[in-house]
């Protein structure tokens, strides 16, 4: 399987340094490693894995964050029979890639018609000839698509993204997947990278090359590198290029124009219930979904909605052939009733409280995600400077002294920059030891606590839904980050948070975009005081072994409400 982990970056002009310093990189000596590292030439981020011993056993897939992998360094990786390596896109690429899993239902095995069927699909925008392997031992398949010359690679995502969904044909992780996929949109000053797949023909990977009917072929280099340049002049290039510029035009549209009539959506989440499970790993995905359309459209909440989500899954399609929670059906309902209570709003409904999140009253000390990150980095620096201040260790050079207190708040550079005034020699001033040490402090009320003890209620709407009638429609706005027309944040339901009442129940979740669930994650595991150690293995119990990459934005805000359940429990006497 791929692997998703999606890091980023400080900055967005990090990709075009990337590609420069990759050329200057000196290739390997053979000249077999030499076509394939200018095959697949991008070098951050990469992933590795030892061989599995059992041929059924899934690789433990890590990526290198620290370093680029380079070229001669890739090739000893491909060689290595103990190893398996991966490798993601850079700005532009010479291949695409169509993952089929084992388990799909578009594999071979299942529908005799699937590659032919995805083979005219490509064609009907330029890309005539493709090259069929077995990607692993486990049976999946990896279609790869060779071009002559290199392309836009998020140009290429798209196109193949439209033209697969055009012929019926939609993605969706563990069934149908595309290399490079269309990454989510980057914040200002960050960099996502694309998901990674492994190279072919690994020694005992279990990847072949394979005929149209299945049958394994010579599977060596020299053979896999005649059929790459054959299929490559086989490509209509000048067809694929304006397939991409429509394409591209084409989802810009669809960002800037999402779809704002509550009936699509509405049929959209009725048409996810329908086809229910289609394979494993799609349980949280399904409970948001039916609890969206409980809460949205059915106007349930509390133990009905929790009933609902329970009962709906049960009598869904493929639910006791695909589902591997069926053991915690109920438990795992009642979370997703919780979260998305404090996700989605009853249509026609109109919003009764702020957009930030209260700490003690209504009325002051608001204070949002944001904000509670950036006073929680300033107390640290603080708190660093102050060490090392007592300690006689806090250089007078700039640039020592940024290394040092970095290294002691667990902070980025870019972020001292922000705060120069805390820490840098020539525009802080050092306040007195009683002084810094209470800033330090946690406030008398933190945000967690005070979202423990807050009281639920009912969740409304914010003004983007407007409804109530016939035409009721649904305005849905894009970020600043990403292409729509308004540039605003986007706005996600709340609770009306009202002054506290003691209270042991789990708290609610109330997150305006992904970023603040990670932040959210972030402070529930420095409350908790868990080591690496510990929030893996916390992850590993409560997701099938998966690692924190390998966590979809459904299960993030699932582990998020685990996280803090788990530390209302712990705080419970």
């Given at each position: 399987m791929p692997h998703r982990q999606t890091p980023t970056r400080e900055s967005q002009a990090i990709a075009p340094k990337r590609a420069r310093q990759r050329l200057s990189e000196p290739l390997p000596r053979e000249p077999l490693g030499q076509r394939l590292c200018q095959l697949f030439p991008y070098p951050w981020q990469a992933i590795v894995a030892p061989t599995p011993t059992d041929a059924g056993q899934k690789p433990a897939w890590q990526t290198l964050t620290q370093y680029p992998l380079k070229p001669r360094s890739l090739w000893t990786y491909w060689q290595d029979a103990a190893q398996l390596v991966g490798v993601r896109f850079g700005p532009t690429t010479y291949h695409g890639l169509i993952d089929l899993d084992a388990l799909s239902l578009h594999h071979p095995t299942r529908d005799r018609q699937a590659l032919a069927t995805i083979r005219a699909a490509l064609a009907s925008i330029g890309i005539h000839q493709t090259l069929l392997l077995r990607s692993s031992w486990n049976g999946g398949l990896h279609l790869y698509i060779p071009l002559p010359e290199a392309v836009p690679t998020f140009g290429l995502a798209v196109a193949l993204k439209h033209c697969l969904e055009a012929h019926h044909l939609p993605l969706q992780a563990g069934q149908l997947e595309v290399f490079p996929n269309?990454?989510?949109?980057?914040?200002?000053?960050?960099?996502?990278?694309?998901?990674?797949?492994?190279?072919?023909?690994?020694?005992?990977?279990?990847?072949?090359?394979?005929?149209?009917?299945?049958?394994?072929?010579?599977?060596?280099?020299?053979?896999?590198?005649?059929?790459?340049?054959?299929?490559?002049?086989?490509?209509?290039?000048?067809?694929?290029?304006?397939?991409?510029?429509?394409?591209?035009?084409?989802?810009?549209?669809?960002?800037?124009?999402?779809?704002?009539?509550?009936?699509?959506?509405?049929?959209?989440?009725?048409?996810?219930?329908?086809?229910?499970?289609?394979?494993?790993?799609?349980?949280?995905?399904?409970?948001?979904?039916?609890?969206?359309?409980?809460?949205?459209?059915?106007?349930?909440?509390?133990?009905?909605?929790?009933?609902?989500?329970?009962?709906?899954?049960?009598?869904?399609?493929?639910?006791?052939?695909?589902?591997?929670?069926?053991?915690?059906?109920?438990?795992?309902?009642?979370?997703?009733?919780?979260?998305?209570?404090?996700?989605?709003?009853?249509?026609?409904?109109?919003?009764?409280?702020?957009?930030?999140?209260?700490?003690?009253?209504?009325?002051?000390?608001?204070?949002?995600?944001?904000?509670?990150?950036?006073?929680?980095?300033?107390?640290?620096?603080?708190?660093?400077?102050?060490?090392?201040?007592?300690?006689?260790?806090?250089?007078?050079?700039?640039?020592?002294?940024?290394?040092?207190?970095?290294?002691?708040?667990?902070?980025?550079?870019?972020?001292?920059?922000?705060?120069?005034?805390?820490?840098?020699?020539?525009?802080?001033v050092m306040e007195p030891q009683e002084t810094v040490a209470a800033a330090s402090q946690p406030p008398a009320v933190e945000p967690t606590k005070a979202l423990e003890e807050a009281p639920r209620e009912e969740l409304h709407?914010?003004?983007?839904?407007?409804?109530?009638?016939?035409?009721?429609?649904?305005?849905?706005?894009?970020?600043?980050?990403?292409?729509?027309?308004?540039?605003?944040?986007?706005?996600?339901?709340?609770?009306?948070?009202?002054?506290?009442?003691?209270?042991?129940?789990?708290?609610?979740?109330?997150?305006?975009?992904?970023?603040?669930?990670?932040?959210?994650?972030?402070?529930?595991?420095?409350?908790?005081?868990?080591s690496v150690e510990q929030v893996h293995q916390f992850i590993a119990d409560n997701f099938h072994s998966k690692r924190r990459s390998q966590l979809t934005d459904d299960e993030l805000l699932c582990l998020l409400y685990r996280l803090r359940t788990h530390t209302c429990s712990e705080a419970t006497p």
């Open positions: 269309v990454k989510r949109y980057s914040k200002a000053g960050e960099y996502s990278e694309y998901n990674a797949h492994r190279l072919p023909l690994q020694s005992s990977s279990g990847s072949v090359l394979l005929s149209n009917t299945l049958q394994p072929l010579p599977s060596d280099l020299p053979s896999f590198f005649q059929q790459w340049d054959q299929a490559a002049a086989a490509q209509d290039l000048e067809q694929l290029h304006q397939v991409i510029a429509q394409a591209k035009k084409q989802h810009q549209y669809r960002s800037y124009n999402r779809r704002s009539n509550t009936a699509l959506w509405q049929q959209e989440l009725e048409i996810e219930m329908e086809q229910g499970w289609t394979g494993p790993g799609q349980t949280n995905h399904l409970l948001k979904t039916i609890g969206c359309y409980g809460v949205v459209f059915q106007y349930l909440s509390g133990a009905a909605l929790a009933h609902y989500i329970e009962h709906t899954a049960i009598h869904s399609l493929g639910y006791r052939e695909w589902c591997q929670h069926q053991h915690e059906i109920s438990r795992r309902a009642q979370e997703w009733a919780i979260a998305v209570e404090n996700y989605y709003w009853p249509l026609g409904t109109s919003p009764k409280r702020d957009r930030s999140l209260t700490l003690g009253t209504a009325a002051n000390n608001i204070v949002n995600f944001n904000q509670k990150r950036a006073e929680d980095a300033q107390a640290r620096i603080k708190q660093a400077v102050l060490e090392l201040t007592q300690q006689g260790q806090l250089p007078d050079r700039p640039t020592a002294r940024a290394e040092a207190i970095a290294s002691l708040a667990q902070c980025s550079h870019t972020t001292l920059q922000k705060y120069k005034e805390l820490w840098h020699p020539e525009r802080c709407t914010f003004t983007y839904m407007k409804g109530g009638g016939h035409d009721a429609v649904l305005e849905k706005q894009i970020n600043s980050c990403g292409e729509g027309p308004g540039r605003g944040e986007t706005s996600f339901p709340q609770p009306l948070i009202l002054p506290p009442e003691p209270s042991t129940s789990p708290p609610a979740i109330a997150c305006d975009d992904l970023s603040d669930v990670i932040v959210g994650i972030q402070i529930e595991v420095r409350q908790l005081g868990w």
